[in-house]
């Protein structure tokens, strides 16, 4: 049984539109991560949420920890932003961060 | 400032070759992580090092050995490599235990056992 959960696993978008991704976990955390991975590999850290939301750019991230739930969003969605989608959590007491399976979107012009 | 450097960016053994990857962060981070990332899988915790002079084992150890040189360097160690480890290796750092902070990744080792 995996802690984390993400859905949808693949997402297929058109330019412009507003995109959803979310994450579900089963056990207390102290922190919530979402990474983004291009093509070429590279991981790179997009928000770190203990509650509530954060907003970079078009991007912005929302947690609910009663719901033990978070969702990563995107607005006017471009094809640059194709890429895996990351959600990782840090338990709480714990050293190690862990991982969901990701999301891969694809933005199509 | 390069962040997490991590060397070689690939890499092909054959089964029973050994090798290290390296590992490198300019941020001051206490804390350093190796993963790896398997097709389908999320990223896993093989070990991590807290601060200067300790290692600990994560998910899954077995096969690789581990040195923390100093504060910046966080080396992974394959002493006789197997298919099962064919995978991209990442290495990651933090400045605080327990990852409440910001994660930096390097940009992966991928890694090739035939």
């Known amino acids: 049984k995996n802690e984390v959960e993400q859905s949808p696993q693949n997402l297929t978008a058109q330019e412009g539109e507003f995109i959803t991704i979310n994450c579900s976990y089963s056990?207390?955390?102290?922190?919530l991560h979402w990474l983004q991975q291009h093509p070429g590999g590279g991981i790179v850290s997009l928000f770190m949420?203990?509650?509530g939301k954060k907003k970079h750019g078009r991007l912005i991230a929302t947690i609910n920890i009663q719901e033990k739930h978070s969702s990563l969003h995107i607005t006017a969605s471009h094809p640059r932003d194709s890429a895996v989608y990351i959600c990782a959590i840090a338990q709480g007491g714990s050293e190690k961060l862990v991982f969901g399976k990701g999301t891969k979107l694809t933005v199509n012009p | 400032n390069a962040g997490v450097t991590q060397t070689p960016k690939f890499q092909v053994l054959k089964t029973g070759q050994s090798m290290t990857l390296q590992c490198a962060q300019d941020m001051n981070h206490n804390s350093m992580y190796w993963y790896r990332q398997d097709p389908g899988m999320g990223l896993r915790l093989i070990y991590y090092s807290a601060s200067e002079g300790t290692t600990d084992k994560g998910e899954v150890p077995n096969g690789y050995n581990v040195s923390r040189l100093n504060k910046r360097e966080f080396s992974l160690r394959l002493e006789s490599a197997a298919p099962s480890q064919t995978s991209v290796y990442f290495c990651?750092?933090?400045?605080?235990?327990?990852?409440?902070?910001?994660?930096?990744f390097g940009q992966g080792t991928r890694l090739t056992v035939v």
């Open positions: 949420l203990s509650s």
């Open positions: 990651a750092s933090s400045y605080l235990r327990r990852l409440n902070t910001e994660a930096f």
């Open positions: 056990v207390g955390i102290s922190a």
